[in-house]
């Protein structure tokens, strides 16, 4: 049994690296890539660093919860990983809307005490 060599699609192959230049490019004209051109490639808030493998999970936060408010010079920008900046927004969404999206403020108090007759229970083992 022979193996049949399979020769490249040049032209396929040209396309895919044309294609792959031009969605770079519009990348970094985001403000992701402009924010990932400005920042050091750092979480603001765990310090936890990023290389080219899990630049994935490095996000743009803005400041102000603003996605429309992109100035050029990074100022409503701050490079948060994906847990951070889930937490960031799950804290503004509290204060915001208080402890439920709904905006009733739900918070459960506990009453009951599992220690309250603790004493005397051990004490009527004797």
């Known amino acids: 049994m022979t193996l049949k060599k399979i020769q490249p699609?040049?032209?396929?192959?040209?396309?895919?690296?044309?294609?792959?230049?031009?969605?770079?490019e519009l990348r970094e004209q985001s403000y992701r890539g402009q924010a990932l051109k400005l920042y050091p490639w750092i979480c603001g808030r765990c310090a936890r660093e990023f290389t080219h493998t899990n630049l994935t999970e490095l996000t743009v936060h803005h400041k102000n919860?603003?996605?429309?408010d992109n100035p050029s010079d990074g100022s409503n920008w701050e490079l948060l990983?994906?847990?951070c900046?889930?937490?960031?927004?799950s804290r503004y969404e509290e204060t915001?809307?208080?402890?439920?999206?709904?905006?009733?403020?739900?918070v459960s108090v506990a009453t009951h005490n599992p220690f309250a007759d603790l004493k005397n229970l051990l004490g009527s083992k004797k």
Not at 9 to 24: C, E, F, Y
Not at 96 to 106: D, E, I, K, V, Y
Request: charged share 35%.
């Open 9 to 24: 699609d040049k032209d396929k192959l040209n396309r895919i690296v044309t294609d792959a230049r031009r969605n770079q």
């Open 96 to 106: 915001r809307f208080g402890n439920s999206q709904s905006g009733r403020n739900t």
């Open 81 to 83: 990983c994906l847990y």
């Open 85 to 89: 900046h889930d937490n960031e927004h």
């Open 65 to 68: 919860h603003n996605h429309d």
